[in-house]
């Protein structure tokens, strides 16, 4: 008896509504994006691919493009990119009929049925074809849901992409910072190195008490020690970008100084564009649609899997004047009956990583949010304390040269010259964290709204798909 195509898909579509048991998922509730940010972004700027470039330091430049190269990290996560490819491909595969070609050949002797002796050679070639009908849609869903995890490792590989610039350009920072308290605490040290000269040469002249010649003394030593101790951080930080770009513990070639370094302008977003252009959230968004159709396919399980089959071939014999073509048509259809509880199981688990999957979404884009918020106040609060730093730096220069002048003239002890230089010396190494702070606070930000890109559209800018 036929059945009507009609029929035929009524049928289909009422066994897939009732494909399985209805997984209890749970409500995650939506993200909603804030509408302004709690710290003024300001007019902003549009923000670039190559955003390290905006520092203006050709050897920054250089070392986060040799570490986007050469990163085992980076490696890795493409590697990982062409694995997802590769799943996406096979699990396109199986809604394609399978081929196979077979040849069978021989030669035997044998007894026929007058008790003589016959031998033959023959052989039997033959063509098989196998294909899957998706009748409810499971291969299709299993497509989809390998096509969602390739995206999302495609997501993945730009994240650690971002982090490995981010780490790179934080770490210079760091070194830089650390070349220019060094270059300080050792004019420091020549500063003190004369005070002790002069405080030696006053105590041998009847001019001072020996008390003064030991706080000289003791203050030298107490600034160079600052200064071995600052060669071990740059050092280490050189030996953790050398790591970052994939090469053995080396000397690190330096651009410009810290304080020549360019500020980038704050680059301007809107939340709700926020979400599309991080990679991780786009990688978590990509995960939870494929956790859907994982889920999806999962309880299709439970429905009738319909195969068909056919061969043809042909069989050669030297017994057989001609040869005789054979084929064969046929079809079959499986329904699970009694799996002891495994399509159910199978079923609970996809609904949890799909639960699981909504969660790190959620996780992922509050996070998002968060880390934009504390880059731009940390971006505005420390650019405020520079400007205080650097009014403290200046009036305590001249408090010292002050201090000085007075010493040298038998106007004041050497405690007071001693009180300057060390408030000196303290406000010059803050001014220098604090700049470093401001330009790693950038680069945080740079990170947090997902490092640059260009519009959708865009020349070499391909849309990336909807998951």
Not at 438 to 462: I, N
Request: glycine share 6%; with cysteine.
């Amino acid at each position: 008896m036929r059945i009507a195509p009609l029929t035929t898909a009524v049928l289909a579509g009422t066994l897939s509504a009732c494909a399985g048991p209805n997984i209890a998922l749970t409500e995650v509730a939506p993200v909603t994006p804030p509408p302004a940010w709690r710290t003024d972004a300001g007019t902003g700027a549009p923000l670039q691919g190559d955003w390290w470039q905006s520092f203006g330091d050709p050897a920054l430049a250089a070392l986060v493009e040799k570490a986007l190269a050469h990163n085992s990290d980076v490696g890795i996560a493409a590697a990982r990119v062409r694995e997802a490819r590769a799943n996406a491909a096979l699990a396109r595969s199986q809604t394609l009929p399978a081929i196979d070609a077979t040849l069978g050949a021989g030669r035997s002797r044998s007894v026929n049925a007058f008790g003589q002796p016959a031998e033959q050679s023959f052989a039997q070639p033959q063509i098989q074809i196998a294909y899957e009908v998706d009748l409810f849609g499971r291969l299709a869903d299993q497509q989809s849901a390998a096509r969602d995890a390739f995206f999302a490792s495609e997501a993945a590989r730009d994240a650690v992409r971002l982090s490995v610039a981010a780490a790179v350009a934080s770490n210079y920072v760091v070194l830089r910072s650390l070349d220019a308290r060094l270059e300080v605490a050792r004019e420091t040290v020549r500063a003190r190195s004369e005070s002790l000269r002069i405080a030696k040469s006053r105590v041998g002249s009847g001019y001072s008490p020996k008390l003064e010649l030991e706080q000289s003394q003791a203050e030298y030593d107490a600034t160079a020690q600052i200064v071995p101790q600052i060669e071990l951080a740059i050092a280490r930080t050189e030996g953790a970008l050398s790591l970052l770009v994939g090469d053995t513990p080396r000397t690190i070639a330096r651009g410009i100084a810290l304080d020549r370094l360019a500020v980038p302008a704050i680059p301007g977003d809107l939340p709700s564009e926020l979400l599309r252009r991080r990679p991780d959230v786009a990688q978590a968004e990509y995960q939870l649609a494929a956790s859907d159709k994982n889920l999806a396919a999962a309880r299709k399980r439970f429905l009738p899997q319909v195969r068909l089959t056919s061969a043809a071939g042909a069989a050669f014999s030297t017994l057989l004047g001609d040869p005789i073509t054979i084929w064969s048509v046929g079809g079959s259809i499986l329904a699970p009956i009694f799996q002891g509880g495994r399509l159910t199981a199978q079923a609970d688990a996809a609904g949890a990583q799909r639960d699981q999957a909504a969660f790190a979404y959620r996780r992922t884009a509050l996070a998002a949010f968060r880390e934009v918020e504390d880059a731009l106040a940390a971006v505005r609060r420390i650019d405020e304390q520079i400007n205080f730093a650097q009014s403290q730096r200046e009036a305590l220069a001249e408090g010292l040269r002050l201090a000085t002048n007075r010493f040298r003239e038998g106007y004041s002890p050497y405690l007071e010259q001693l009180d300057a230089q060390r408030g000196l010396l303290g406000a010059e190494l803050s001014l220098i964290q604090l700049r470093a702070d401001a330009l790693t606070a950038r680069v945080q930000l740079f990170q947090a709204m997902g490092g640059g890109w260009a519009p959708c559209g865009a020349p070499d800018v391909p849309c990336a798909p909807e998951p």
